[in-house]
């Protein structure tokens, strides 16, 4: 199986500052890392993934870090706003997804 | 392309009782996926499809949960004598292909109360 540790789990930024949130995962094998945005009474939604063969990906203002060696992986908000308000989860996989227990970020105007 | 689609979208039960919830994947997708999601939570899987095969339903509680996809496209997700701490959402997701690296679509779930 694997097991995913993400950090933290309520975070609270001001409008136009950056979030962060991270993961850590167990098993070497899991070469998939989606993230999802998931608003209440709704599904979580795919925003980025990266996979085991690069290092970052961006993509309108998120960016996510992947260290392979440290078996860590990260997810940047840049120049957040009221609407990045939500659940974020982190996922890793090698044929199944395993999430994250969710990160609630509130973008405070 | 209409996405993937459950119902009911939420069900009210007493303890002991049985539910369905049923899920139509997005068209040619040959992988389907159940999840339950407690109350701030992490989605966490139960079973999963390949077309009509079980992939993995090492996460479902044999004894009163079971799923099927007969044909390889719908599935059901049936509880059987329901307890209290299956109040969730109970995810479906879809894939084009399995093996862990495809984007997985999911549903707008399905929120049980288990009074």
């Known amino acids: 199986g694997e097991q995913v540790e993400q950090l933290p789990s309520i975070l609270r930024v001001q409008e136009g500052s950056s979030a962060s949130i991270n993961c850590t995962y167990e098993n070497s094998a899991s070469n998939y890392f989606p993230w999802y945005k998931q608003e209440p009474g709704e599904n979580p939604k795919l925003i980025i993934d990266i996979r085991s063969n690069m290092e970052r990906k961006q993509t309108q203002g998120l960016i996510v870090l992947l260290d392979k060696k440290a078996k860590r992986f990260s997810l940047h908000i840049t120049d957040t706003q009221p609407g990045d308000s939500a659940m974020y989860f982190c996922?890793?996989?090698?044929?199944?997804?395993?999430f994250g227990s969710g990160t609630k970020l509130t973008v405070e105007p | 392309e209409a996405g993937v689609t459950q119902s009911p979208r939420y069900a009210v039960l007493q303890e002991g009782q049985a539910v369905s919830f049923w899920c139509d994947p997005i068209?040619?997708?040959?992988?389907l996926y159940w999840y339950q999601q407690p109350r701030d939570q992490g989605p966490q899987l139960l079973v999963y499809f390949r077309d009509e095969a079980v992939i993995d339903n090492s996460q479902l509680p044999s004894d009163r949960f079971s799923a099927v996809r007969p044909k390889g496209t719908n599935s059901t997700l049936k509880i059987q004598s329901a307890k209290q701490g299956d109040t969730a959402t109970y995810l479906c997701a879809s894939s084009f292909n399995w093996g862990g690296g495809d984007t997985q679509y999911f549903g707008p779930g399905t929120r049980l109360l288990v009074l």
């Open positions: 068209s040619g997708h040959d992988t």
């Open positions: 996922a890793a996989s090698y044929n199944v997804l395993y």
